[in-house]
C-alpha cells in the first residue's frame, strides 16, 4: 500500500520561504516521476513541480519557475519542495503525487497516488 504523507506547510509573509516534505511508503520514491500540485479556493488543482524517476529531470510551472525547487532524497524516501520568493498567489493547498513510470507528467489524471495536502498561506 502506497502512502504519500506531507509536512512542512504554515503561514508565511510575501517574500518568505518555506520546504514542503513528502514522506513516501510502498513505494521508492527514484524509482518513478513524483510531482506537486496545488489547489487554491475555487480554483482547479494545478501542477507545480516534478521530478523524474531515476535521473531525476526537474520541470516547473512557468508560474514558480525560478523560485520553487523539487529534489528528493532517496536515503530517506523523501521528495522536497523548497519554495523561495513566495507570492500572494502562491497560496493554496499542496498536494504531493506519485504515478507508474519514470515521465514527468502535467495533468494530475496521471497520477495515481496522492497525499492529504498540506496548507501553504501567503500573507501581506
Known amino acids: 500500500q502506497v502512502q504519500l504523507v506531507e509536512s512542512g506547510g504554515g503561514l508565511v509573509q510575501v517574500g518568505g520561504s518555506l520546504r514542503l516534505s513528502c514522506a513516501a511508503s510502498?513505494?521508492?520514491?527514484?524509482?518513478?516521476?513524483m510531482g506537486w500540485f496545488r489547489q487554491a479556493p475555487g480554483k482547479e488543482r494545478e501542477f507545480v513541480a516534478g521530478i523524474s524517476g531515476i535521473g531525476g529531470s526537474t520541470y516547473y510551472a512557468d508560474s514558480v519557475k525560478g523560485r520553487f525547487t523539487i529534489s528528493r532524497d532517496n536515503a530517506k524516501n523523501t521528495v522536497y519542495l523548497q519554495m523561495n520568493s513566495l507570492k500572494l498567489e502562491d497560496t493554496a493547498v499542496y498536494y504531493c503525487?506519485?504515478?507508474?513510470?519514470?515521465?514527468?507528467?502535467?495533468?494530475?489524471?496521471?497520477?495515481?497516488?496522492w497525499g492529504q495536502g498540506t496548507q501553504v498561506t501567503v500573507s501581506s
Open positions: 510502498g513505494r521508492t520514491v527514484s524509482s518513478a516521476a
Open positions: 503525487a506519485g504515478k507508474t513510470g519514470v515521465v514527468v507528467r502535467t495533468t494530475k489524471a496521471a497520477y495515481d497516488y
